[in-house]
């Protein structure tokens, strides 16, 4: 089942810049970077009450996240879902027409398992369902 807002994506061309702009001018905290190297991202974690702001930029200017770079410039990337059970969500869905960018979850930030709906299938919107693992407790 899908249970809380788990971030929002912003894909970034220069995560220096942006990392100044989200922790120095607006005033929010860093809490951890770590590069997702199935993703071929470096993210940038910033809570936000409830939330979290997920900054992505490409690793070495490959990768998905590029590909919008080059296409749509920095921006909103997609919205984050959790889920207590990604398998039975994305089977769920599956059923109601929703089509994913894969058959099964894949590794994300921070030991998660995710799985990304096909923005054509979700109102334009590209939308990552993520299971966290027991032991983070979110």
């Known amino acids: 089942m899908i249970t809380r807002l788990d971030h929002i994506a912003i894909a970034v061309p220069d995560l220096q810049a942006a990392l100044k702009r989200f922790c120095d001018d607006l005033g929010?905290?860093?809490?951890?970077?770590?590069?997702?190297?199935?993703?071929?991202?470096?993210?940038?974690?910033?809570?936000?009450?409830?939330?979290?702001?997920?900054?992505?930029?490409?690793?070495?200017?490959?990768?998905?996240?590029?590909?919008?770079?080059?296409?749509?410039?920095?921006?909103?990337?997609?919205?984050?879902?959790?889920?207590?059970?990604?398998?039975a969500d994305m089977e769920r869905l599956k059923g109601l027409g929703y089509r994913f960018l894969s058959d099964a979850p894949t590794p994300g930030a921070h030991g998660t398992k995710v799985a990304f709906i096909h923005p054509k299938s979700a109102g334009g919107v590209l939308i990552e369902l993520a299971e966290h693992p027991p032991a983070q407790g979110h």
């Open 28 to 87: 929010l905290s860093l809490a951890g970077q770590e590069d997702v190297l199935p993703a071929q991202t470096r993210t940038a974690f910033l809570p936000v009450e409830g939330t979290r702001i997920e900054l992505i930029h490409p690793l070495k200017g490959q990768g998905p996240v590029q590909g919008f770079l080059d296409k749509r410039g920095g921006g909103l990337h997609h919205i984050c879902f959790e889920s207590d059970d990604i398998l």
